[in-house]
T-cell receptor
Framework: SAVISQKPSRDICQRGTSLTIQCQVD?????MFWYRQQPGQSLTLIAT?????????ESGFVIDKFPISRPNLTFSTLTVSNMSPEDSSIYLC???????????FGQGTRLTVV | AQSVTQPDIHITVSEGASLELRCNYS??????LFWYVQSPGQGLQLLLK??????LVQGIKGFEAEFKRSQSSFNLRKPSVHWSDAAEYFC????????????FGSGTRLSIRP
């Protein structure tokens, strides 16, 4: 299994500002994933972050809005840029330990943009 | 395109009654299949997973699911629900060819009638 720590756990931010969310894993993993869960909705994959390469973004998500860093095999950050109220969501970091393993999730970052 | 469908948005069952939550997927090969549960204000918990082999898989909390290749389905069942089972249930699919990313269905909210 994997233990994932996310910081911050929640934040209230002003529109137009940016927030960087940190994700720390207790073991080395090749791929990390960032999801968004809007209020009352399911999880939507934002991007896949591989160490040493550019993140791969899903349709509807762009690097300018959600820049991702992956400096090593245990850490990643997601930045939500130029925030608007529509960005109010829970953002979750996830890892797989292998191609057929389950996804392990952090507790999420609850973001409210006012 | 790869997709996961949970046709039931909200289901209400009486305590002690049986439960079946539906999940269908669209993919050219056999995917990896998961069911997750999310209680209000809580993180995601894996109930069960299917990778290969026996198509009937047992999970935690008395849940089971059956993979039916001919129907592209992975329905979740429980013979007798408890009030504590009230939560949001997500079917998820992992696609090996897509670098292990996992796609979530839209979720089914389960309510329990006393």
């Amino acid at each position: 299994s994997a233990v994932i720590s996310q910081k911050p756990s929640r934040d209230i931010c002003q529109r137009g500002t940016s927030l960087t969310i940190q994700c720390q894993v207790d073991s080395q993993v090749t791929m990390m994933f960032w999801y968004r869960q809007q209020p009352g909705q399911s999880l939507t994959l934002i991007a896949t972050a591989n160490q040493g390469s550019e993140a791969t973004y899903e349709s509807g998500f762009v690097i300018d809005k959600f820049p991702i860093s992956r400096p090593n095999l245990t850490f990643s950050t997601l930045t939500v840029s130029n925030m608007s109220p529509e960005d109010s969501s829970i953002y979750l970091c996830s890892v797989n330990l292998g191609t057929s393993d389950e996804a392990f999730f952090g507790q999420g970052t609850r973001l409210t943009v006012v | 395109a790869q997709s996961v469908t949970q046709p039931d948005i909200h289901i209400t069952v009486s305590e002690g009654a049986s439960l079946e939550l539906r999940c269908n997927y669209s993919y050219g090969a056999t995917p990896y299949l998961f069911w997750y549960v999310q209680s209000p204000g809580q993180g995601l918990q894996l109930l069960l997973k299917y990778f290969s082999g026996d198509t009937l898989v047992q999970g935690i909390k008395g849940f089971e699911a059956e993979f039916k290749r001919s129907q592209s389905s992975f329905n979740l069942r429980k013979p007798s629900v408890h009030w504590s089972d009230a939560a949001e249930y997500f079917c998820a699919v992992g696609f090996y060819s897509s670098a292990s990313k996992i796609i979530f269905g839209s979720g089914t909210r389960l309510s329990i009638r006393p």
